[in-house]
């Protein structure tokens, strides 16, 4: 993850770390149910219950899109300027039909990593917190992709939105 991401704003900072006190009840419900035997059983729970949120927030956002088939319109409706520098967006591609971006930072990863959940276990994590994207993708009737991802050792994850093909 860059470390060098030093926004040194309030708004910014407040939101990191909203998101990352959140990624911790997540991180530690499914290590405690690991611990217990359960990991199997959490995992399921918790895709469920990230999955339906990323249809609520897909929903939230197509009501509110001016375009909802339009990506790009799409993108300026669910990444806010909070959002984008939250997670240190950058666009490669950002039209009608499609948006790739590269995140530069992930708070809920630096949380995981700041609690002392192993690597693997943070691979888990960010994996299962994708079913929100996903579920947001398919909720907007785009298709998603995710290639890279900072929780596998990359610099950057790499998400993609685009009209179904």
């Not at 899109?65 to 520098?85: I, R, S, W, Y």
Request: aromatic letters at 8%.
């Amino acid at each position: 993850m860059n470390d060098d991401i030093k926004e040194n704003d309030k708004v910014i900072d407040l939101q990191r770390g909203a998101i990352g006190h959140r990624a911790i009840w997540m991180g530690l419900t499914y290590v405690k149910a690991r611990e217990a035997g359960r990991a199997k059983e959490a995992e399921e729970y918790i895709r469920a219950a990230i999955a339906q949120t990323g249809i609520i927030q897909g929903n939230d956002i197509k009501d509110k899109c001016a375009d909802p088939n339009n990506v790009e319109c799409f993108a300026d409706t669910f990444l806010t300027d909070t959002t984008v520098k939250t997670f240190a967006v950058e666009f490669a591609v950002k039209t009608a039909d499609k948006i790739e971006m590269d995140f530069h930072h992930c708070p809920l990863l630096k949380a995981w990593q700041d609690a002392g959940f192993d690597a693997g276990t943070c691979e888990k994590l960010c994996d299962m917190a994708m079913d929100g994207d996903r579920n947001i993708a398919k909720a907007m009737g785009f298709d998603f992709k995710l290639t890279d991802t900072i929780a596998d050792g990359c610099p950057t994850c790499k998400i993609a939105f685009s009209k179904k093909a």
